[in-house]
């Protein structure tokens, strides 16, 4: 599975109550959080997402609140993949469960820039910058995960497991 993209970059320690305002939390529609995305950093983000980014982030990216509404609201909004030096571990999980491959990639915030494009390979965890040339080298995602992503998230993944067997 590869992923091309155009970068939005972010820094360190991006909580979910940028990534996802507390007010929104009452929506329910995808579509309608997708709206809302990294309000409290980049009110404009719903719109230079909305033609498919992958977004770059520092250390400890998607800590705070445990709400499985923030990367719900990146994936709608137009998110392919999420690339970090860290993630908060309960993001990572839940960015996992509903479909959004996140990745760790240790020296991506210095390598990477906003706008550059980056071809992801899942299933090496190879990252190419079709702008500056640069290779890095992402965690490689455990085979399990990787079924997972590919089946569109957990509950879908589930569905078809049990329907196979």
Not at 89 to 94: L, M, T, V
Not at 100 to 128: H, M
Request: net charge negative; charged share 25%; with cysteine.
């Amino acid at each position: 599975m590869t992923i091309t993209g155009k970068v939005i970059k972010f820094g360190d320690n991006v909580d979910t109550d940028v990534i996802l305002p507390g007010p929104y939390l009452v929506h329910t529609d995808p579509y309608e959080l997708a709206k809302h995305a990294m309000e409290g950093l980049d009110p404009k983000f719903p719109e230079k997402a909305a033609e498919g980014v992958i977004v770059v982030g520092a250390k400890n990216f998607g800590c705070g609140s445990s709400r499985e509404q923030a990367p719900i609201a990146l994936k709608y909004s137009g998110v392919k993949c999420i690339l970090a030096e860290s993630f908060a571990r309960i993001f990572y999980r839940n960015a996992i469960t509903i479909g959004l491959p996140v990745l760790v990639c240790p020296g991506a915030s210095d390598t990477v820039e906003e706008g550059d494009i980056l071809t992801i390979d899942l299933q090496t965890g190879k990252v190419e910058d079709q702008i500056n040339g640069s290779v890095l080298q992402a965690t490689k995602l455990p085979e399990f995960i990787m079924e997972i992503l590919e089946n569109g998230g957990l509950i879908s993944h589930l569905k078809r497991r049990f329907k196979t067997e």
